[in-house]
């Protein structure tokens, strides 16, 4: 089945430190691959994604790279910023048994930024 | 414009209650999706609505949850005889088509609290 592994946080930064959040992933097909967060107190939202083998999400100064040979897309960002704090959702689309594409997530990993 | 909207926010039920919650989502998406989320972690899929297909219902933990979509807009998530297992943070989210490279649109959740 499809799978979605990231890592354990929280990770605590100070500002403008240079963050990577780890994201691998098992598919049986050939997945589209998302990063969603989750600012306190709101609802997911999308953040980037990426839908072939080598492309490049990105949005808000963060970026992620579709590496099928490593079956990873890890999250990175060069300077972070305090408001930056939230929970980062690693996700895979894949089609399903019954034809459906249903998005798997992984655990969250909670970020910290301290000004 | 609208998001996807979730009621109640908040709701507390004694153990052995029905609950039912709401989701109205995005107008015009045909593609509505309920998860669970518990403390620690990630989000669970529970049921898939396309149009007017028929449910996806795989991810359904028990014959006490089940899930209904009105005239293909709004949607209703009703477990019956609750349990303290069920307590979580219960997200709706719809995408416009449901294909693969279709991000989710997340509501803010409905956190059930089981006493």
């Known amino acids: 089945g499809n799978s979605v592994t990231q890592m354990e946080g929280p990770v605590t930064l100070s500002e403008e430190a240079f963050l990577t959040i780890n994201c691998t992933y098992t598919?049986?097909?050939?997945?589209?691959l998302f990063w969603y967060v989750q600012y306190p107190g709101e609802g997911l939202q999308l953040l980037l994604k990426?839908?072939?083998?080598?492309d490049k999400g990105s949005n808000k100064g963060f970026e992620a790279t579709y590496r099928k040979e490593t079956t990873s897309f890890h999250l990175e960002k060069g300077s972070v910023q305090v408001s930056d704090s939230a929970v980062y959702f690693c996700a895979l689309s894949d089609q399903m048994g019954g034809g459906s594409y249903i998005p798997t997530f992984g655990r969250g990993t909670s970020l910290i930024v301290h000004p | 414009g609208a998001g996807v909207s979730q009621s109640p926010s908040n709701k507390v039920t004694e153990k052995g209650k029905d609950v039912e919650l709401r989701c109205d989502p995005i107008?015009?998406?045909?593609?509505l999706y309920w998860y669970r989320q518990s403390l620690g972690q990630g989000l669970e899929f529970l049921i898939y609505?396309?149009?007017?297909?028929?449910?996806?219902k795989s991810g359904l933990p028990s014959d006490r949850f089940s899930a209904e979509r009105t005239g293909g807009s709004v949607s209703t998530l009703t477990i019956q005889r609750t349990q303290q297992e069920d307590s979580a943070v219960y997200l709706c989210?719809?995408?416009?088509?449901?294909?693969?490279?279709?991000?989710?649109?997340f509501g803010n959740g409905t956190r059930l609290t089981v006493t």
């Open positions: 990426a839908t072939k083998a080598d």
């Open positions: 107008s015009g998406h045909t593609a």
């Open positions: 609505f396309q149009g007017n297909s028929a449910p996806d």
């Open positions: 598919a049986t097909g050939y997945p589209s």
């Open positions: 989210a719809s995408s416009s088509q449901g294909a693969k490279n279709s991000p989710l649109h």
